[in-house]
């Protein structure tokens, strides 16, 4: 411990004061319950200690304690300077980096650079040489630091050389991006300047075909009332021709009458009783042509087809099969053949014509009407025709002589629909002189003539195998009559616009009837009131009709659209689209397999 202590003095260039202070020795001394204080030695030097005095006062405060303590300058350690304190301080731990030997700085070398083989050789010629005693600690020397610094510096460099390829790489790539978004930015600022200026533009279109829209339909409302007044007095003119035109005939014919009496009284031939026999012979050869009045059918008569059920045509499935460019102008009404698959339709442009379906070959055409033909019905049998046309007449078609077999000229303003009864031998006619008229076919004559209408009167239909017939109108009612008696037996009421059609179901027990709003309605005729009602408007239904099951109902509609109502569970099944125009007729082939429909743009198309 003395050593010890000698030595750090001296290491710490305290020499003085460790030769001053002089040498002290430890000694153990035991210590017993019976010991005196007087047996210790008292010290022999404590001159020093004696010099500082203290008093009881200066005890109590440290600051003054302190102060006194400093005036002593016999104390070593006060005596001492503030580098010699500084030393006298324990000592702080260091860490001494050894340097490197030159064979470690090879090996590090082969092994950094990776050269085993190298490595190995040396390494063996190394151990060979050191045992052999060839090298002696003192041969070998270290590595000086420069080299050492070096190399780490060329480390440092090669790997801030990496670090700054691949920054320079990444500042590349970013430097592509860069420009690319710069790229894709400009074309998309420009893609949205001309979006903006072809919306710019599309508004001001659409603002022009806005006014343009309004300024159409001031023209069209315009025109649709010169239209309505140009065909008012079309009408009137017509009317005014034909009552000229009869009047003409009959002021020519007695002139005629008269020449040749003048001539024969100037002849001197007295012809007065030959010409009363001509008369009668004509009269008779006349009435024995037209043949007597037809007897009406008895009202016993049952509907076989009353305790019948059928299939219900599969609405939903229905697409349009072919299509025909039937006339030169609008086909107004579509009749089906009884018995086969044979249509016939009448047009606009003055003619009639039938067809095979759904091939749709032309088997036999007509003409004859001097306006155009609004209704047509086949005889029951299938072997007449009967036509209604604008010019107030019905004419009579005979399949065998292809020939019109008679005219008759009872109305006096257009008529729209004609109708065979069931036992063939009766006619209906609808005039819009708001009169239905009954037609004796065996006689060629007038029956009877139905008033009770207020406006014209549309339609006309027979209830299957029945005295009875229905009639639609435009007054927006539809009334059931008894050509037996010439009574009207009933009267529905519900339409709120004219009544375009009226048809009865196969057993007769329904009545369908649409009008202008569009309006469908389904009359129980055993209940006397309605059943069932569909809206197809906005648009006229023109047509309806119903299929052998009596369920679903075909309406033809002004939106060129054909609308399958089915009754039974009171909704619109299918909506057959592809007229280009309004649909004016449409009818269920004979055993309802096919629907065909006809237009204002002059095709019939068959459905199925």
């Not at 050593?3 to 040498?23: A, E, H, P, T, W």
């Not at 009959?250 to 003048?262: D, G, M, T, V, Y």
């Not at 033809?556 to 649909?583: C, F, R, T, W």
């Amino acid at each position: 411990a003395e050593d010890g202590i000698r030595d750090f003095c001296l290491s710490r260039g305290l020499g003085d004061v460790y030769k001053r202070q002089g040498n002290y020795v430890l000694e153990q001394v035991e210590l017993s319950d019976e010991s005196d204080p007087d047996d210790f030695e008292e010290p022999e030097d404590f001159s020093d200690i004696e010099d500082v005095h203290v008093d009881d006062d200066e005890l109590n405060d440290l600051d003054k304690l302190m102060a006194a303590t400093k005036k002593k300058d016999g104390s070593p350690l006060m005596k001492l300077g503030n580098t010699q304190r500084e030393a006298m301080k324990e000592p702080q731990p260091s860490q001494l980096q050894r340097p490197e030997v030159v064979d470690d700085f090879i090996r590090n070398f082969m092994i950094k650079h990776k050269m085993k083989r190298t490595l190995e050789a040396f390494q063996q010629e190394w151990y060979e040489l050191t045992q052999k005693a060839k090298f002696t600690a003192g041969d070998l020397s270290y590595i000086p630091d420069v080299y050492i610094e070096n190399q780490k510096l060329e480390e440092q460099i090669s790997d801030l050389r990496k670090k700054l390829d691949k920054a320079n790489i990444l500042t590349e790539k970013a430097k592509a991006t860069y420009d690319k978004l710069r790229k894709e930015r400009d074309f998309h600022k420009m893609h949205h300047h001309r979006v903006q200026q072809e919306k710019n533009k599309l508004n001001q279109d659409v603002e022009k075909l806005k006014n343009l829209h309004k300024q159409f339909e001031l023209k069209y409302q315009e025109l649709s009332n010169k239209y309505e007044v140009a065909m008012k007095e079309k009408m009137l003119l017509k009317l005014e021709r034909d009552r000229l035109v009869t009047k003409t005939d009959a002021q020519q014919k007695n002139i005629n009458e008269l020449q040749e009496r003048l001539s024969k009284e100037a002849a001197g031939i007295n012809e007065d009783s030959p010409t009363k026999f001509d008369e009668k012979k004509e009269a008779k050869t006349s009435k024995t042509i037209r043949g007597k009045l037809t007897a009406i059918p008895s009202e016993e008569r049952t509907n076989p087809f009353m305790n019948m059920t059928f299939d219900v045509y599969n609405g939903k499935s229905a697409v349009q099969f072919k299509s025909f460019k039937g006339h030169l102008m609008a086909i107004s009404a579509v009749a089906m053949h009884p018995k086969k698959s044979i249509i016939a339709t009448a047009s606009d442009d003055l003619t009639w014509k039938i067809w095979t379906i759904p091939n749709g070959e032309l088997i036999m055409s007509g003409e004859g009407h001097k306006e155009w033909i609004s209704g047509i019905d086949f005889h029951p049998r299938g072997t007449h025709l009967v036509t209604s046309s604008g010019d107030s007449t019905v004419k009579i078609w005979d399949f065998v002589n292809a020939s019109c077999m008679h005219t008759f000229k009872d109305h006096i303003q257009p008529v729209w629909s004609v109708a065979f009864h069931d036992t063939g031998d009766f006619i209906l006619t609808s005039s819009m002189d708001h009169s239905v008229k009954l037609l004796d076919l065996n006689a060629l004559k007038q029956r009877y003539t139905f008033r009770g209408h207020v406006d014209s009167v549309n339609k006309v239909n027979f209830q299957p195998f029945s005295n009875i017939f229905a009639s639609a109108s435009a007054d927006k009612t539809v009334s059931l009559w008894d050509i037996k008696s010439g009574l009207c037996v009933q009267t529905f009421y519900g339409h709120l616009n004219a009544v375009n059609d009226v048809q009865f179901s196969l057993k007769g027990d329904s009545i369908a009837s649409c009008d202008a709003d569009g309006v469908l309605k389904v009359w129980d005729v055993r209940m006397v009131r309605e059943r069932n009602q569909l809206d197809c408007g906005p648009y006229s239904a023109n047509k309806c009709s119903f299929d052998k099951s009596s369920t679903i109902i075909a309406v033809a509609s002004d939106d060129g659209i054909i609308k399958l109502y089915n009754e039974a569970v009171n909704k619109i099944e299918n909506m057959l689209k592809g007229h280009e125009d309004a649909v004016q007729d449409v009818k269920f082939d004979y055993n309802s397999k096919m629907i065909v429909s006809c237009g204002s743009d002059s095709t019939f198309r068959v459905w199925q």
